[in-house]
């Protein structure tokens, strides 16, 4: 049981890094928010790259390694967007 819910933990903190990144980001413009955002994206895009060069796809067939690494894309997605609007407030 235990380890179950350190798994989840694991598995579920870079995500919740990024979720909360982006709201201290986007909404208070916080610095605190941009580093959370980075940190949690840096940590997933990782895990997405060693997930698909190491064998996650092939280990869990193609859904289970879809949901292993299905928080890395958004993730991704948030880091570029939180680039892209600060280049676009500093250029005013």
Partial sequence: MREQVLGIAVYLAPALL????????????????????????????????VGVFGGVLYLYRLWGGIAMLGPSVPAIGSMIASLLIRRSANKN
Avoid: E, H
């Fill in 18 to 49: 990024v979720f909360l990144g982006s709201y201290f980001d986007a909404a208070k413009r916080k610095t605190l928010g941009l580093v959370m955002l980075w940190f949690g994206g840096l940590l997933l895009t990782l895990w997405l790259v």
